[in-house]
T-cell receptor
Framework: NAGVTQTPKFRILKIGQSMTLQCTQD?????MYWYRQDPGMGLKLIYY???????DKGEVPNGYNVSRSTTEDFPLRLELAAPSQTSVYFC??????????????FGQGTRLTVV | GEDVEQSLFLSVREGDSSVINCTYTDSSSTYLYWYKQEPGAGLQLLTYIFSNMDMKQDQRLTVLLNKKDKHLSLRIADTQTGDSAIYFCAEREHSSASKIIFGSGTRLSIRP
């Protein structure tokens, strides 16, 4: 059981470049999340999704886009990378409905540096 | 909007109890969580408490919830070096039960 898988683990981007952070989960979870964790800081919610075809903004969505075409996948897109987007990005998934008390499973993170 | 606040650092002596505190703003939160993050790793759930509970105990961990003051605490008994980590408090909002909001994390360091 792989859980939540994020790729890549590390990436260096130049200012203005674009990239997609991949996230996939094999637990048939409805809810998926993208967080960013800046050095020495907590997690800030970028976007989340409650099911395929449904996405919503979190606390810090500017500069990012997401899509949820399948239950398993929730990619995060950076269109024009900026130094302020240097961070560690975590994808997470959890059950919903009657499973609200279930934990959120986290991927291992993607460390992104924009130079 | 929702907000979760924690103190940033805590230092305790090995063998003592650690108490990590958290305050939250959403009075209708259904679930409140404690997560642990070790260096270079993702977050792992330690424990959670439902909003109609006052206390939950799980081995060395005790969670206390004061709903009136919107205050959550995590007590780790007999703190060990392996407990060194960042501890995050999180709340799951009630209105849509979809967003999970995290605090800034408390870095727990253990001194001999």
């Amino acid at each position: 059981n792989a859980g939540v898988t994020q790729t890549p683990k590390f990436r260096i981007l130049k200012i203005g470049q674009s990239m997609t952070l991949q996230c996939t989960q094999d637990m048939n979870h409805n809810y998926m999340y993208w967080y960013r964790q800046d050095p020495g800081m907590g997690l800030k919610l970028i976007y989340y999704s409650v099911g395929a075809g449904i996405t919503d903004k979190g606390e810090v969505p500017n500069g990012y886009n997401v899509s949820r075409s399948t239950t398993e996948d929730f990619p995060l897109r950076l269109e024009l990378a900026a130094p302020s987007q240097t961070s560690v990005y975590f994808c997470a998934s959890t059950g919903g409905g009657q499973a609200l008390n279930t934990e959120a499973f986290f991927g291992q993170g993607t460390r992104l540096t924009v130079v | 909007g929702e907000d979760v606040e924690q103190s940033l650092f805590l230092s305790v002596r090995e063998g003592d109890s650690s108490v990590i505190n958290c305050t939250y703003t959403d009075s209708s939160s259904t679930y409140l969580y404690w997560y642990k993050q070790e260096p270079g790793a993702g977050l792992q759930l330690l424990t959670y408490i439902f909003s109609n509970m006052d206390m939950k105990q799980d081995q060395r961990l005790t969670v206390l919830l004061n709903k009136k003051d919107k205050h959550l605490s995590l007590r780790i008994a007999d703190t060990q070096t392996g407990d060194s980590a960042i501890y995050f408090c999180a709340e799951r909002e009630h209105s849509s039960a979809s967003k999970i909001i995290f605090g800034s994390g408390t870095r727990l360091s253990i001194r001999p």
